[in-house]
């Protein structure tokens, strides 16, 4: 292990702070960082060596790898974490819009889904990867509650049941069972998993995670999360009966009366299956 990576984690363990899930997403954004920095050159690094070009160069890193500003700030915040940690948080800037990393509108422009494709899905080497986008595309699930995703525990007949532990921000839900091809492949998945989850019983998450990428990336996809906006979209249509904004449908702010309130609970409703408190959220995906 190289000298910057170990001192990193030497720091996670000396802090301690976060939950669980935060503590594992910083400690993987790290390791990130370490690893990049190595690859621009920056050999013998240590984690008090942090300086701005050190800052300056993961940025630029990150967006010609065309990361989206979401993922940019969320790094963000653990890279102040480790200049923090170190003494030196002022090698940071306070706010990311210092490094043109400023966050989108809320409210999609276009339609950011797009189908799973059959072709690229059947060169997905592994059966429990192919397995979880199968999922993401059929019930909105994020990546790695996919993968945590225990069929014999989840599956209560007519709805999904999501343990606090596989979702972001520790927020248990639920999400209907509504169509024949969602009941086939929740039975496909049990007979997959057994009593298990989807990442198999030799497997940690991380191992599978790395497996789960490279099989995707060899596959040609990419931008998985766009499994997710296609849900939104279908569920926003099949709860109001007239398309997405996205797609062409009304404008909220031209809908009025009862058509307003249908498009509000809709739009609640998305919100919680995907595991999001607030009905804005929707905006992200629906228009």
């Known amino acids: 292990m190289r000298q910057l990576n170990w001192d ?3 720091l ?3 802090a301690k702070d976060g939950s669980r899930a935060k503590r594992r997403d910083r400690s993987y954004s790290l390791a990130l960082m370490a690893n990049t920095l190595h690859e621009l050159g ?3 690094l240590r984690a008090r060596s942090l300086k701005e070009k050190h800052v300056e160069a993961l940025i630029g890193a990150w967006f010609r790898q065309g990361l989206s500003k979401a993922t940019m700030a969320n790094r963000m915040a653990h890279l102040r974490w480790w200049a923090q940690k170190v003494g030196k948080p002022g090698v940071v800037r306070p706010a990311n819009a210092a490094y043109g990393i400023v966050k989108d509108s809320p409210v999609a422009k276009e339609d ?7 072709g690229k899905l059947a060169r997905i080497g592994d059966e ?6 199968r999922l993401q595309d059929a019930f909105g699930l994020r990546r790695e509650e996919s993968m945590k ?11 999904l049941v999501l343990k606090a532990s596989w979702c972001k921000g520790g927020r248990a839900r639920w999400i209907p069972v509504l169509t024949d091809a969602q009941r ?7 007979k997959l998993a057994g009593s298990g989850s989807l990442i198999p019983a030799e497997r940690s998450y991380r191992q599978q995670l790395r497996i789960y990428e490279r099989e995707v990336r060899k596959a040609g996809m990419a931008k998985m999360h766009s499994l997710r906006h296609g849900y939104a979209v279908r569920r926003y249509e099949r709860l109001t009966g007239w398309k997405a904004p996205v797609r062409g449908g009304p404008a909220r702010r031209h809908l009025k009366g009862e058509e307003r309130a249908v498009d509000e609970r809709a739009r609640l409703m998305i919100a919680r299956e995907l595991g999001h408190g ?3 959220i929707s905006s992200t995906y629906v228009g």
């Open 128 to 133: 429990h990867v192919r397995m979880s986008l």
């Open 12 to 14: 996670e363990r000396e």
């Open 184 to 190: 086939r492949l929740l039975d496909e998945a049990r």
């Open 42 to 44: 920056f050999k013998g």
């Open 8 to 10: 990193l984690k030497c």
């Open 278 to 280: 607030r009905a804005i």
């Open 149 to 159: 995703f225990q069929p014999r525990y989840a599956d209560r007949g007519k709805r």
């Open 112 to 118: 950011k889904s797009q189908p799973l494709d059959p």
